[in-house]
Each structure stands twice: as C-alpha cells, then as structure tokens.
C-alpha cells in the first residue's frame, strides 16, 4: 500500500528545543516538499528536494533545515532559531517528471511550542 | 515573483446547489493547475487537474474551466453535498518545474 507518512501527528515542544519532524515515502518518488500551513494562509514551501542528497530552500527557510540521506525519507528540524514555529507542518512527495506534477501528501504533523 | 489568487476565502452554499471558486495566476509559464481539497486535520489530496492544452475538465459533479489569455482558472462543484464541505485549494506549476504555487484556500460550507 503506497503512501505518504508523517510523525508524529501531534508535537509538543518548549521554546528554545530543536525538534525533528518525520517524513517517509514509498511512492518511489524522486521530489519531496516541506510545506507550513497557518490559519488562513494556504501552503508555505519551507525546502524541497528533487534528488538524493540534494535540497533548496523556499519561501520560508529560515529557522529550518533538512537532510536527504536517502529517497524515501525527507526529515525537518525545527530550530530555535524559528521565532514562530507553531503551525501544521504539511509533507509532500511527487514524480519528477515533465508536464506538471500532482503533489501526494502526508497527514501532517501539528507542532505546539509550549 | 509567482502568485496565485484565489477567490472566495470563504463560500456557504445549501446542499444541492452548485459552488464555484475562481483563481488567477500571474506566471505566464504555467501549464499544470491541479485543485486540491483538504478535510478538517488531514493533508490536501488532488481532486482534480487540468493542462493548458486543455479548456475544460470534468470528473462527476466536479469540473474545472481553464483559460490561459486571461490566467483565469476556476472549480465547478454541482449539487453539493454535506461531504463536500472542506478547504479547496487552487495551484499552479510548469513543465519539469518543481516548484507548486498554491492559492490561499476557499473554505466550503454546504449547509444541510
């Protein structure tokens, strides 16, 4: 059964702590998207991948990073550095093909800084 | 640099009558306008798409018009129902670009 994971669904952290969000596929997938979703303000691109061991950063960096060890796996550290890091953290994968690209998504991950 | 607008933000129709949201993008090399619908807590999934070699799409009671001389594109809902009733987002990409630009979201109502 193919898809898009993401862990955990809900995250708890105290200000000042870096923490690293999970995102899997099995999509045999070659692009991979970290998005931030804000009450009102649609999807956000924080980083994308579209090969092993190599990322760029979008609109939203800072605070961010990621790593591309391998093709299923995307990770996002959140750090202390990310003045507002509350939101609903939404990963994606897609086919890095010509003609446009549907964007599978992850159940998403809501992160509370307490 | 590229946006997306989309319009309403916000739509509250009776169930069985028909709801439609509108978007404009701005980057003239879009050729890809997929439209995606996201449920309370969950991640957006694709409902339906669209091509620019193409004007209009239908899949059921949905359909999505497309034209390019005007970077108007737009989601047709027809005898809505209560399941329905989500977040629908609008986006736009380009041949073996990587990168999506999404609108900001209509949020659908469809009232029993």
């Known amino acids: 059964d193919g898809g898009i994971t993401q862990s955990p669904k809900y995250l708890f952290r105290k200000e000042g702590q870096n923490v690293t969000l999970s995102c899997e596929q099995n999509?045999?997938?070659?692009?991979m998207y970290w998005y931030r979703q804000d009450p009102g303000q649609g999807l956000r691109l924080i980083y994308y991948?579209?090969?092993?061991?190599?990322?760029q950063k979008g609109d939203i960096a800072e605070g961010y990073s990621v790593s591309r060890e391998k093709k299923e796996s995307f990770p996002l550290t959140v750090t202390s550095a990310q003045k507002n890091p509350t939101a609903f953290y939404l990963c994606?994968?897609?086919?890095?093909?010509?003609?446009?690209?549907?964007?599978?998504f992850g159940p998403g991950t809501r992160l509370t800084v307490l | 640099g590229e946006n997306v607008e989309q319009h309403p933000s916000t739509l509250s129709v009776q169930e069985g009558d028909s709801a439609v949201i509108k978007c404009t993008y701005s980057?003239?090399?879009?050729?890809?306008f997929p439209w995606y619908k996201q449920e309370l807590g969950k991640g957006p999934q694709l409902i339906i798409d669209?091509?620019?070699?193409?004007g209009e799409k239908k899949d059921q009671r949905i359909a999505v018009t497309l034209n390019k001389t005007a970077k108007h594109f737009s989601l047709h809902i027809t005898e809505t129902q209560p399941e329905d009733s989500a977040v629908y987002f609008c986006?736009?990409?380009?041949?073996?670009?990587?990168?999506?630009?999404f609108g900001a979201g209509t949020r659908l109502f469809v009232k029993a």
């Open positions: 994606a994968s897609s086919t890095a093909r010509l003609g446009g690209n549907e964007q599978f």
């Open positions: 991948s579209q090969i092993v061991n190599d990322f």
């Open positions: 980057d003239s090399a879009s050729n890809y």
């Open positions: 999509l045999n997938h070659d692009a």
């Open positions: 986006a736009a990409s380009f041949t073996g670009g990587f990168k999506t630009i």
């Open positions: 669209i091509r620019s070699n193409v």
